[in-house]
């Protein structure tokens, strides 16, 4: 499996390069942001890593690069700890953070959990539909509904698997545990931090007023819940 490694930092990409081979991985290395979108068209990795600092481009501007034609997972690793930068990249289309210095293990189970994510779903799976938003499983696709035509949406690979473990749950409670195992891992049952910003990021792009949700709902202190109808007094 091919990752690209986008970062300026040589001792970095020296470590990375040496881990990963190691764990027979495929390594394609950028120095510059320009570089890493290059090598991204030229080599289509399954997985890339980013960092946010990084000449001629950053890694925000690679990340929305990225997105624009592509969803490979992208895991962006970091020095940077304030919420501000996560937030801003998983706005762009990041599907997870690590921040630096990071333990080989948790990268490397990170680099899995993201690499994993295959489609299960098959020809004959339904169609969910709520407010304006229609979730085609067998597609992996959601679209809105806008005027007489519609327009797709577009999810990271993580939204997409947040969003259809909820989907296939309709008005059912999701623990905050049972969705960080099913998507992440049961190692990651206490990152409660990252899914709330990961719903967050789900309410933006499906939600009429994503301040006061209709169709994601928190259940205060046990998980989520997907409403397909508009919660009561909200139509």
């Known amino acids: 499996m091919k990752i690209l490694i986008a970062d300026d ?19 394609i290395v950028a120095r510059t942001g320009g570089e890493a979108l290059s090598q991204a068209v030229e080599h289509h990795p399954e997985l890339v890593m980013v960092d946010l600092g990084m000449p001629e481009l950053n890694g925000i501007e690679v990340i929305e690069g990225l997105r624009g034609w592509s969803a490979v997972p992208i895991l ?16 762009a289309g990041a599907d997870d953070y690590v921040t630096k210095p990071f333990a080989a293990d948790e990268l490397l ?20 539909a709520f407010g304006d938003i229609s979730v085609d499983l067998s597609a992996r696709q959601v679209t809105r509904r806008v005027g007489d035509g519609s327009e797709t949406v577009r999810l990271t690979p993580t939204e997409w698997a947040i969003l259809e473990v909820l989907v296939r749950n309709p008005r059912r409670l999701v623990t905050r545990q049972a969705l960080l195992t099913q998507v992440w891992g049961p190692q990651y049952t206490n990152d409660t ?7 967050s990021q789900l309410r933006k792009k499906l939600e009429p007023e994503p301040s006061h949700p209709r169709y994601l709902l928190t259940e205060p202190g046990m998980g989520y819940r997907f409403s397909p109808e508009p919660t009561p007094g909200e139509d």
């Open 109 to 128: 189970a990170r680099i899995r959990a993201l690499t994993r994510r295959q489609p299960t779903t098959t020809d004959d799976e339904p169609i969910v």
């Open 76 to 91: 962006v690793v970091s020095g940077r700890t304030d919420s501000s930068d996560k937030v801003d990249a998983l706005d």
């Open 9 to 27: 930092d040589q001792q970095i990409l020296r470590a990375l390069r040496i881990l990963l081979t190691a764990r027979g991985y495929e390594v």
């Open 193 to 199: 931090g990252y899914l709330r910003l990961y719903l």
